[in-house]
């Protein structure tokens, strides 16, 4: 992990106006000089592995100072002209500002695919819609995100081991006086195997699972229930995990008032419409 966290940190520029954060929450955590290096810029802190990546994402904003917030993975990297594109925005009026995204596989640095899903929330707030942005980017990295409006209203991140991110990414979404969007890629998100997103055991399908209809109810409560997230494709990746987690989640969803079919009518009407546009032979 050693080299991609350097190839990240190498990514940012070495100045005194750009604090770097560097939480590890690894069982075996690295020596902070072996992650420092040479770099002037970087601090070192450390996270109960039993917190998750949410912890840790928590362990740092205790420390951050600046105006703004940037997060990363430290398998990704920023592109080459980022910080050029992002100090354009230094002195926005927006609370949050969401920029383009690349992807590659982290070994080979091929292109992959992990930006599809960024481009059309993009593609839609240039069209006059920056719901996309608000209630469904639900990744923290790629946005400039005011620090004021998180401390404002206490955002953090969830503890869990996956989907701890998208609370805090919603959260920020639906604070925000006013947000906008930069058709430009600041940061590479890379394919990693092993990595969370990818790593497909009950465990993270269970908490994810519970992370998204714990978001539904936060955006139900804030009057955005049109905006909640769908649970289904979750809930058909738990039967691989046997009958018992699937019926459990069913239950749990039930319980916490998450309808299991919400968004199905969306889904229907994309069918229709691939359907309607297949060439007759």
């Known amino acids: 992990m050693?080299?991609?966290l350097q190839r990240m940190i190498n990514s940012i520029p070495d100045s005194q106006e750009v604090q770097i954060i560097v939480v590890d929450n690894s069982p075996q955590p690295l020596a902070a000089a072996d992650i420092i290096g040479s770099r002037t810029n970087v601090e070192v802190y450390y996270s109960d592995p039993a917190r998750g990546a949410g912890g840790a994402r928590n362990e740092g904003l205790l420390h951050v100072k600046g105006q703004w917030l940037l997060f990363a993975d430290a398998d990704d990297f920023y592109t080459s002209e980022a910080f050029t594109i992002i100090s354009a925005d230094l002195d926005s009026d927006c609370e949050a500002v969401y920029y383009g995204w690349t992807s590659c596989y982290s070994d080979t640095l091929e292109p992959a695919d992990r930006n599809y899903v960024i481009r059309q929330y993009i593609q839609?707030?240039?069209?006059?819609?920056?719901?996309?942005?608000?209630?469904?980017?639900?990744?923290?990295?790629?946005?400039?995100?005011?620090?004021?409006?998180v401390r404002r209203h206490d955002i953090r991140f969830e503890e869990c081991s996956a989907g701890n991110d998208m609370g805090f990414a919603v959260r920020v979404g639906t604070y925000a006086k006013k947000v906008k969007a930069v058709d430009k890629p600041v940061y590479c998100a890379t394919i990693s195997s092993g990595s969370i997103i990818h790593t497909r055991n009950v465990r993270n399908v269970r908490s994810r699972f519970k992370a998204v209809v714990r978001l539904n109810k936060f955006l139900k409560s804030q009057g955005l229930r049109q905006y909640r997230h769908s649970v289904m494709r979750l809930w058909l990746q738990s039967w691989h995990s046997g009958p018992h987690v699937a019926l459990g989640l069913l239950f749990h969803s039930w319980r916490h008032g998450n309808p299991l079919f919400l968004g199905s009518s969306r889904w229907l009407k994309t069918l229709k419409t691939l359907r309607k546009s297949k060439p007759k032979v």
């Not at 839609?124 to 409006?149: F, I, M, Q």
């Open 2 to 4: 050693l080299p991609l």
């Open 124 to 149: 839609a707030y240039l069209n006059g819609d920056d719901s996309r942005l608000r209630y469904y980017w639900d990744s923290p990295c790629g946005k400039l995100v005011s620090a004021e409006l």
